[in-house]
């Protein structure tokens, strides 16, 4: 079992930066791949972005390739997402998700462990 728990989030103006951490309980994060989604008020949460379990592999959702990155850092059970260039769109609750399952990155179903979120408002 994995216990997740985000944080970093805050309030900034658009054109400004945020990193969120996740940080995981248990002794084999690294066998996790890690994902962020997003949940924006009235609307269904979506994938933005995935690290495979060896930290080789992103993948990013279209509207954050360029500015969103994703990171892990195994030594801290830690997987982070690096915002930049912050849009009004990209307000949202932020998820942390892991899998040990296979599948395609953006794919909900394919994430067994959920954070509760943090809060991201990015205003114009």
């Known amino acids: 079992q994995v216990q997740l728990a985000e944080s970093g989030g805050g309030l900034v103006q658009a054109g400004g930066s945020l990193r969120l951490s996740c940080a995981a309980s248990?002794?084999?994060?690294?066998?996790?791949?890690m994902g962020w989604f997003r949940q924006a008020p009235g609307k269904e949460r979506e994938f933005v972005a995935a690290?495979?379990?060896?930290?080789?592999?992103?993948y990013y959702a279209d509207s954050v390739k360029g500015r969103f990155t994703i990171s892990r850092d195994d030594a801290k059970n830690t997987v982070y997402l690096q915002m930049n260039s912050l849009k009004p769109e990209d307000t949202a609750v932020y998820y942390c998700?892991?899998?040990?399952?296979?599948?395609?990155?953006?794919?909900?179903?394919?994430?067994?462990?959920w954070g509760q979120g943090t809060e991201v408002t990015v205003s114009s």
């Open positions: 248990g002794r084999t994060f690294s066998s996790y791949a």
């Open positions: 690290v495979n379990w060896s930290g080789g592999g992103q």
């Open positions: 998700a892991a899998r040990s399952a296979g599948g395609t990155y953006n794919v909900m179903a394919t994430y067994a462990y």
